[in-house]
């Protein structure tokens, strides 16, 4: 996918699968989730500090399905990073269906997430180091 740096694999289990025979719409926020903890373990690293006292939580969550996926199909989440705030930040993603060296996108939509400091229960400013290595991921 153009302008998206970030690509994770996304292994669909049987369970996944809905009476209808395919992937039930909930589990795509499952493979949201999945994408967005291996982004920020890639481009942020995987700092105690960041992850335990001080992270991110979702505050809101967009999905535009756009094609079904089936059990044997093989899919991707692209992430970026599209905004950067002072307290909060927009991902953007979109789920492809690989076949034949070819991707369908069959899901995008974004994330708004708000940096939060969980021992004082409140919204903080997004720390400098995670803002810049953001930024320099998103940059080159």
């Known amino acids: 996918m153009q302008n998206f740096k970030h690509k994770f694999p996304i292994q669909l289990r049987f369970k996944d699968i809905d ?8 589990n795509y926020l499952t493979y949201i989730e999945i994408a967005r903890v291996k982004y920020f373990e890639d481009v942020v690293g ?19 399905y756009k094609a079904p996926v089936f059990l044997h199909d093989t899919i991707f989440v692209y992430t ?9 930040l927009t991902l953007d993603w979109v789920i492809v269906r690989e ?3 070819q991707e369908e996108m069959v899901a ?23 803002r810049k290595a953001l930024e320099q991921f998103e940059k080159n």
């Open 46 to 64: 995987t700092d105690k500090k960041w992850s335990q006292q001080v992270g991110i939580i979702l505050a809101r969550i967009e999905i535009d």
């Open 80 to 88: 970026r990073c599209s905004r950067i705030g002072n307290k909060s």
């Open 99 to 101: 076949k034949q060296n």
């Open 108 to 130: 995008q939509g974004n994330a708004v997430l708000v940096c939060y400091d969980y021992a004082h229960e409140k919204t903080i400013a997004i720390p400098e180091e995670q």
């Open 19 to 26: 009476k209808m025979g395919h992937v039930n719409n909930a």
